[in-house]
Each structure stands twice: as C-alpha cells, then as structure tokens.
C-alpha cells in the first residue's frame, strides 16, 4: 500500500463500512492471519512517573511519541503484513490545560464534572445496555469551548452535523 492509500484509508469508510475490509472477501475463512494489537499509549505518564507527580506531572509528550513512531515504524517493516493494527487502552495520560476526558465502556451516555473537568462517557457503535440507541459523539473544539453531541448512527449518516457545530469550525 502506498503511503498515498495508508492516507485515504480514513476516507474509505462509508455507511458504517470499511471497505479495506470487504464483505464479499472476508465472508468466508481463507486461512490464517495475524493481527498486531497496541495498548496504553498514555502520553504523559513517563514524566508523571519518574517525577514523582502523577496528578499534575503529565504535560510532557516527548517519550511517548518517539516510542508511538517506533511502533509504528516496526508494524509497517513486517512481513507479511498483518491483517489490521488495534490501539486501545489508555491514550492519554494528561494533557496540559485538559477540559474534557472523552471515553466508552459503558455502553452508555453518561458524564460529569469534577474540579473543571468534563467527564464525557458515549454509548456504544455495538451493544446497547441502555436506552440510548447505536451511535457516535461529535466533539467540536475552539480556543473557547469544546461542544458534543451524540448522533445515532441513523441521524448522522441521514442528516450529518448540526449546523450550530458546523459554524463553530468556521471561526
């Protein structure tokens, strides 16, 4: 894959589909393959830890993303390549003037704030375990505010983003 089409791969999904991952290819078992999965990222920790200063130490990205760039420079070494690359765990550890932590599990909307800080919890693509119906958070950030909305998947491929979060990105 060119570094052109590893670009273009974010552009490719459509009605809830990928097509790197087609139906009519993928339907049935054709033999072995592999996968690589990453966890905890968490930029910010390695200094929080060697400082000693886990709440507030976490404004330092540099390790972490020289380590990320190594990951991934070793995924697209391999060979064969593997069938897709997963990220999940921890992402951020903290982030310098951070406002809103964004996150899932829950399978659920769900939220709250402490000292400032947004807790923002989205409900589930997959399994609902409540009322909320299948769905994705569009997150608008400015220098001034971050707003979010929860769109079912039904709302947002019918009639996309409100226009009130449109405008915010104009300014």
Request: proline content about 2%.
């Amino acid at each position: 894959m060119s570094a052109m089409e590893a670009a273009d791969v974010f552009h490719r999904a459509r009605g809830r589909t990928l097509d790197a991952f087609s139906s009519e290819k993928e339907r049935e078992w054709k033999g072995p393959f592999y996968f690589v999965q990453g966890a905890d990222t968490q930029f910010g920790l390695m200094k929080a830890w060697s400082t000693g200063n886990c709440d507030a130490g976490g404004d330092e990205w540099g390790q972490e993303i020289r380590l990320t760039e190594q990951a991934v420079e070793a995924i697209n070494k391999l060979n064969p390549k593997p069938k897709f690359f997963v990220l999940c765990g921890d992402l951020v550890h903290a982030m310098p003037g951070i406002r809103a932590v964004f996150s899932g599990h829950y399978h659920r909307n769900a939220g709250g704030t402490y000292q400032n800080l947004d807790m923002v919890v989205s409900s589930a693509i997959g399994c609902q375990l409540g009322k909320d119906t299948h769905g994705l958070r569009v997150v608008a950030i400015t220098a001034e505010k971050i707003v979010h909305r929860y769109y079912s998947l039904d709302e947002l491929s019918q009639g996309g983003v409100e226009e009130d979060l449109k405008e915010l990105l104009k300014e």
